[in-house]
C-alpha cells in the first residue's frame, strides 16, 4: 500500500511539474496585464509541434543524444518565445487600454486561431515524438523510477528556482513586479513598460515551451488539440495557488496533480476525476477567493 | 394598450404566423430552417449571458453548464416519462421544467459570487461547466459519455422564435426596470451600490436565477433540434463560443446579442466551403473586429427601439451632452 502511495506519489510529482511549468506562464501574464491568457495552452501546444520538428531535424545527424535533447529544448523554448512574443505585439498591445474583457476575448481567439492553423496546414494525425533518450527504468525497493521521470521533475524544479530567482533578484523581475504593481508609476520612473510586458510574455512561453518537451518525452503523442486540455488545468492550478503568484502557481500545480494521481485510487473510477478536480477548486475557492497564495485586495471606494 | 404598442403585437403575430408558413409550405430548404433554429437558440443563450456578463459585469465561462442541464431535463420528460407520446403537447411543459429546474442549479454558482468576484468568479463558472459535464458523463442511465438519444424533432421554428421574443421581452423590460438598476449599479461598483442599500446579493442571486433559467430553456430547444446529446457538446468550448457572441455583439446591448449570435452563427455556416480553415479565418475576423472595435459591435448602445418611451430622451441627451463636451 505504502509503495503505491510512494509511487503514485512520483507521479503526481511528475504530472504536476509539467502543469507548474505551463501555470507559469498564465499566472506571469496575469500578473503583470491582468489577462488571463487562454492562448497559453495552445501555446504549449505549439511548442510540443516545435519540439517535435526540432527533434526529427537534429535526430538524423550523428550527435550525441544528450546533445540533441538540450538542443530540442533550446529550440523549441526560443520559438515559442518568439510567438509568443508576436502574438502580443500584433494582438494584446493594441488592446491594452481597451476594456479587459475585449483583450480576453481576443486571447480566446488567438488560441482557437494557433489550434486550427496548426489542424489545417499539419493535419489532424497525432504524431509521435522520437525518444530522444534512453528510458532507462530504476528499481527502489518496490518502487520503479524511469530515468525520463527524473528528468522531468530535476528540470522542472530548476527552471521554478531559476525563474523565482529572475523574478524576485534580477533588475528585469523587479521591473516585472513594479509594472505589475502600478503600470503608470512604473512607466513614469523609467520602466520600459512595453519591453517589460514582451519579456514577460517571452519568458513565461519559454517556460512553457520546456514544458512542452518534457510533456511529450513522457506522453510521446502530440495533436493540434492537446493544449486545450493541459492549458485548461494548468490555469486552473494558477488560481488554485492564486493567480498572478509565481509561488503559488507551482503550489496549485503539485495539489492539482496529487488531486488527478489519488482520485482513481480513492474513487471506483478515474472518470471522477475531473469532477473531483474542479470540486476541489470550488471549496478553495469558497474558503479563500483570492487562492491560497493569493493577495487579499481591499476594495475602495 | 396605445397604438404603438398595439403595432407592436400585430407584427409579432405576424412574425408567428411568418415561422409556420415558413415551415410548413417547404420554401426553406431543412438545412436553413436548421441554421435558422440555431440562430434563434444563440439568441437565447447569449442574450442571458449577456445579462450576467453585460449588464451585471461578472464573468461567467460556464453558460454551457446550464444549456446543458436544460437539455437532458427536456429529454429525460419527453423520452422518459412521456415516451415520446403527446410530443407538441408535452414539449412547452417539457422547456418550462428545464428552464426551472436549471434555474434551481444556479444557486452552486450565485453563492460563492458573493465573495468571489471577476477573474476568480469565473473560475467558479467555469468548474460548474466541467462538474456539470463530469457527471453527466458518469451517469449511465443517461448513456453516460455515450449520449442520450431518443428525442423527437419537437423544436419547430415557430417554438424557437416565441422563446427568442420571450427572452427579448424579459431582459428588455429586467434591464429598464429598478430591478435593472440595481443590476448596472453592481457592475458600476458593488460596494458604492451595496451602500446606497441595493440588496446585492439578492440582486446577483435573481440574476444567475433568470440567466440560468433562459439557458436551460435554449438547451431544451437546442436537444429537440439535434434529437442527441452527449455531455461533450456541453463542454467549455461551447461555453467559449457563446462568450464571442455576447462580446461580439457588443455588451449590455440586446440588440447587440441578437446581432452577434446572428452574425457568429450564419457567417461560420457561410464560411463552410472553406472546409478546416473555417475555423482558422474565424478567429482571425473576431480578432481583427477585437482590436478595432474593442467594445463589440453595438458597444454599449441600444437599439432606439428597444429603450422605453421616456428614457429615448435621455439617450439623445447624453449623446449631445458628449458632443458637446468634446467640443
Known amino acids: 500500500m505504502i509503495t503505491i502511495l510512494l509511487q503514485q506519489m512520483l507521479n503526481g510529482l511528475q504530472v504536476g511539474s509539467v502543469y507548474a511549468l505551463i501555470a507559469l506562464g498564465y499566472t506571469m501574464v496575469y500578473g503583470i496585464l491582468r489577462l488571463i491568457n487562454f492562448a497559453h495552452g495552445d501555446i504549449f501546444m505549439i511548442s510540443c509541434y516545435f519540439g517535435f520538428f526540432a527533434a526529427c531535424a537534429l535526430l538524423s545527424n550523428a550527435i550525441p543524444t544528450w546533445l540533441t535533447f538540450i538542443a530540442t529544448m533550446m529550440v523549441s523554448m526560443l520559438l515559442t518565445a518568439l510567438v509568443a512574443v508576436l502574438i502580443e505585439r500584433v494582438a494584446y498591445k493594441p488592446l491594452r487600454y481597451a476594456p479587459k474583457v475585449s483583450a480576453v476575448i481576443t486571447a480566446l481567439g488567438i488560441g482557437l486561431f494557433l489550434e486550427n492553423f496548426t489542424l489545417a496546414t499539419l493535419g489532424p494525425t497525432p504524431r509521435g515524438m522520437p525518444s530522444l533518450l534512453p528510458n532507462v527504468n530504476y528499481r527502489l525497493g518496490a518502487l520503479s523510477l524511469s530515468s525520463v521521470q527524473i528528468l522531468i521533475i530535476i528540470i522542472s524544479i530548476v527552471l521554478m528556482i531559476l525563474l523565482d530567482r529572475v523574478v524576485q533578484k534580477t533588475m528585469t523581475g523587479m521591473a516585472m513586479r513594479a509594472v505589475s504593481y502600478d503600470k503608470t508609476t512604473a512607466s513614469v520612473m523609467g520602466v520600459p513598460v512595453d519591453r517589460i510586458i514582451s519579456t514577460t510574455f517571452a519568458i513565461g512561453s519559454a517556460v512553457a515551451g520546456a514544458g512542452g518537451v518534457l510533456y511529450s518525452l513522457a506522453y510521446p503523442i502530440i495533436n493540434p488539440y492537446m493544449g486545450v486540455k493541459i492549458g485548461w488545468w494548468a490555469f486552473i492550478a494558477a488560481v488554485i495557488g492564486g493567480i498572478g503568484n509565481v509561488r503559488g502557481a507551482m503550489l496549485g500545480a503539485y495539489i492539482l496533480a496529487f488531486v488527478e494521481v489519488f482520485t482513481p485510487m480513492v474513487l471506483p473510477s478515474s472518470t471522477y476525476r475531473d469532477f473531483v478536480a474542479f470540486t476541489v477548486l470550488l471549496i478553495v475557492l469558497v474558503v479563500r477567493p483570492t487562492g491560497l497564495m493569493g493577495r487579499v485586495t481591499a476594495q475602495k471606494v | ?327
Not at chain 2, 464573468?59 to 454551457?64: C, K, L, R
Not at chain 2, 430553456?217 to 457538446?233: E, T
Not at chain 2, 457561410?270 to 475576423?285: A, D, K, S
Open chain 2, 1 to 327: 394598450m396605445g397604438p404603438k404598442s398595439r403595432m407592436t403585437l400585430v407584427l409579432v403575430l405576424l412574425g408567428f404566423v411568418l415561422c409556420l408558413f415558413l415551415e410548413r409550405s417547404g420554401l426553406l430548404s431543412a438545412y436553413v430552417l436548421q441554421i435558422s433554429m440555431y440562430v434563434g437558440i444563440n439568441i437565447i443563450l447569449t442574450l442571458s449571458l449577456n445579462l450576467v456578463n453585460g449588464y451585471m459585469g461578472e464573468f461567467s465561462v460556464g453558460h454551457a453548464g446550464f444549456m446543458a442541464i436544460g437539455a437532458y431535463v427536456s429529454s429525460i420528460i419527453t423520452v422518459r416519462v412521456f415516451h415520446n407520446q403527446m410530443g407538441p403537447l408535452v414539449f412547452p411543459l417539457a422547456v418550462i421544467v428545464a428552464g426551472i429546474v436549471t434555474a434551481a442549479t444556479s444557486f452552486v454558482v450565485a453563492f460563492p459570487s458573493f465573495r468571489t468576484r471577476g477573474d476568480y468568479l469565473a473560475i467558479v463558472t467555469l468548474a460548474f461547466n466541467m462538474i456539470v459535464k463530469s457527471v453527466l458523463e458518469n451517469i449511465d442511465a443517461l448513456g453516460g459519455p455515450r449520449g442520450f438519444m431518443g428525442m423527437g424533432r419537437l423544436t419547430n421554428l415557430a417554438n424557437v422564435y416565441a422563446w427568442c421574443l420571450v427572452t427579448i421581452f424579459v431582459v428588455r423590460n429586467l434591464v429598464y426596470s429598478n430591478f435593472g438598476r440595481a443590476v448596472l449599479s453592481i457592475r458600476e461598483d458593488e460596494v458604492a451600490s451595496n451602500l446606497v442599500s441595493v440588496n446585492t446579493r439578492q440582486m446577483k442571486i435573481m440574476v444567475f436565477l433568470i440567466a440560468a433559467f433562459f439557458a436551460g430553456i435554449a438547451g431544451a430547444l437546442f436537444a429537440h433540434v439535434m434529437q442527441f446529446i452527449n455531455p461533450r457538446s456541453f463542454a467549455i468550448q461551447k461555453s467559449t463560443d457563446i462568450l464571442v457572441m455576447v462580446y461580439l455583439g457588443g455588451i449590455g446591448s440586446i440588440f447587440g446579442s441578437v446581432l452577434g449570435a446572428t452574425v457568429c452563427t450564419v457567417l461560420l455556416e457561410l464560411l463552410r466551403p472553406l472546409g478546416v480553415w473555417r475555423w482558422v479565418v474565424g478567429p482571425i475576423m473576431l480578432v481583427v473586429l477585437m482590436i478595432c472595435r474593442p467594445t463589440g459591435i453595438m458597444g454599449l448602445k441600444e437599439l432606439i427601439g428597444l429603450i422605453p418611451r421616456e428614457e429615448r430622451v435621455l439617450v439623445k441627451k447624453e449623446e449631445t451632452d458628449v458632443v458637446t463636451a468634446s467640443n
